[in-house]
């Protein structure tokens, strides 16, 4: 898809993204935090998961996503995804703004990040993430920049964020495999976790009760809809309705009523028609590139 110019528009959607329907617990804060803002949310369902592909590949897909959204008008560009966001970040901010779209691009890592460091009182951090996020040092960087002092405990959970995608009730070999990924966060005795995938908000309590509850549990969706404000009073792109509720609506890559069906559990609001798009196809590398 062309890229389009970026004109800006205070009444236009903010586009969010993930590569499933793990992003709906950031829409969900979002549509909270900011309830007259109109949004358009896509999963790219169709190649869930991120978590093990190249940093390549996500730079092609979160580039073709964000030409999908700039198309149907978004004023800023929300990466709901922690694997997008600590591979390709960067490089969308960069291409969005060299094809002249001007739209502000925000990401989960530097939030979240932020907020973990404010919110332990020892020092020890945890980090749950998917094996992309974790190979990245992200929020290694992002953590330590923000404090040298932390001491940063990773963990890649390469199965966690599936068992959240399917939507099936979850088993006693889903809470065997929580508890190994728990077990060096348990053992580093960190007091805050981030939970550096969109998708694991769906087993927190499980989570919270493998932790502990002196264990303080940092999701993406307060933090990131606290920076969208601030970037769209920055720009003066808050939209000018002021009584009632702004709209919603949804784009996937896969399945659209297997993505309505998981993904109203997620939002916890109605979800309504869920559309299907092709994004386009091509080599990563050479995407990537372009």
Same mark, same amino acid.
């Given at each position: 898809?062309?890229?389009?110019?970026?004109?800006?528009?205070?009444?236009?959607?903010?586009?969010?993204?993930?590569?499933?329907?793990?992003?709906?617990? !950031? +829409?969900?804060?979002?549509?909270?935090?900011?309830?007259?803002?109109?949004?358009?949310? +896509?999963?790219?369902?169709?190649?869930?998961?991120?978590?093990?592909?190249?940093?390549?590949?996500?730079?092609?897909?979160?580039?073709?996503?964000?030409?999908?959204? +700039? =198309?149907?008008?978004?004023?800023?560009?929300?990466? /709901?995804?922690?694997?997008?966001?600590?591979? /390709?970040?960067?490089? &969308?901010?960069?291409?969005?703004?060299?094809?002249?779209?001007?739209?502000?691009?925000?990401?989960?890592?530097?939030?979240?990040?932020?907020?973990? @460091?404010?919110?332990?009182?020892?020092?020890?951090?945890?980090?749950? =993430? *998917?094996?992309? *996020?974790?190979?990245?040092? =992200?929020?290694?960087?992002?953590?330590?920049?923000?404090?040298?002092? @932390?001491?940063?405990?990773?963990?890649?959970?390469?199965?966690?964020?599936?068992?959240?995608?399917?939507?099936?009730?979850?088993?006693?070999?889903? !809470?065997? +495999?929580?508890?190994?990924?728990?077990?060096?966060?348990?053992?580093?005795?960190?007091?805050?976790?981030?939970?550096?995938?969109?998708?694991?908000?769906?087993?927190?309590?499980?989570?919270?009760?493998?932790?502990?509850?002196?264990?303080? &549990?940092?999701?993406?969706?307060?933090?990131?809809?606290?920076?969208?404000?601030? /970037?769209?009073?920055?720009?003066?792109?808050?939209?000018?309705?002021? *009584?009632?509720?702004?709209?919603?609506?949804?784009?996937?890559?896969?399945?659209?009523?297997?993505?309505?069906?998981?993904?109203?559990?997620?939002?916890?609001?109605?979800?309504?028609? @869920?559309?299907?798009?092709?994004? /386009? =196809?091509?080599?990563?590398?050479?995407?990537?590139?372009?």
């Amino acid at each position: 898809m062309a890229p389009v110019p970026f004109a800006p528009d205070n009444t236009a959607p903010i586009g969010v993204f993930d590569s499933g329907v793990g992003g709906l617990t !950031v +829409l969900h804060e979002l549509l909270v935090a900011l309830p007259q803002e109109d949004f358009l949310y +896509l999963g790219d369902s169709a190649r869930f998961p991120y978590g093990d592909r190249t940093p390549d590949e996500l730079r092609a897909f979160s580039r073709q996503i964000a030409d999908a959204l +700039l =198309a149907r008008g978004a004023k800023l560009i929300v990466v /709901a995804c922690n694997s997008a966001t600590s591979s /390709a970040l960067d490089d &969308l901010v960069a291409y969005v703004a060299e094809h002249g779209h001007g739209a502000d691009v925000i990401g989960v890592v530097g939030p979240e990040s932020n907020l973990a @460091v404010a919110q332990t009182r020892s020092g020890r951090i945890g980090v749950l =993430a *998917t094996p992309a *996020t974790i190979a990245s040092g =992200a929020y290694e960087r992002a953590v330590l920049t923000v404090d040298p002092l @932390v001491r940063l405990t990773s963990v890649a959970c390469p199965q966690l964020a599936r068992i959240s995608q399917d939507g099936a009730p979850i088993t006693e070999a889903d !809470v065997e +495999l929580a508890r190994a990924y728990c077990t060096p966060l348990r053992e580093a005795q960190v007091d805050t976790a981030i939970l550096g995938c969109t998708h694991y908000p769906f087993v927190r309590s499980l989570l919270q009760r493998l932790l502990g509850p002196q264990v303080t &549990l940092i999701t993406s969706g307060t933090a990131i809809a606290r920076r969208v404000q601030h /970037a769209l009073e920055a720009r003066d792109l808050t939209t000018p309705r002021r *009584t009632g509720e702004g709209r919603y609506s949804f784009l996937c890559t896969g399945d659209a009523a297997a993505f309505a069906a998981v993904g109203s559990r997620f939002l916890q609001l109605p979800m309504g028609a @869920v559309d299907q798009i092709e994004l /386009a =196809a091509g080599d990563a590398s050479t995407l990537a590139a372009g």
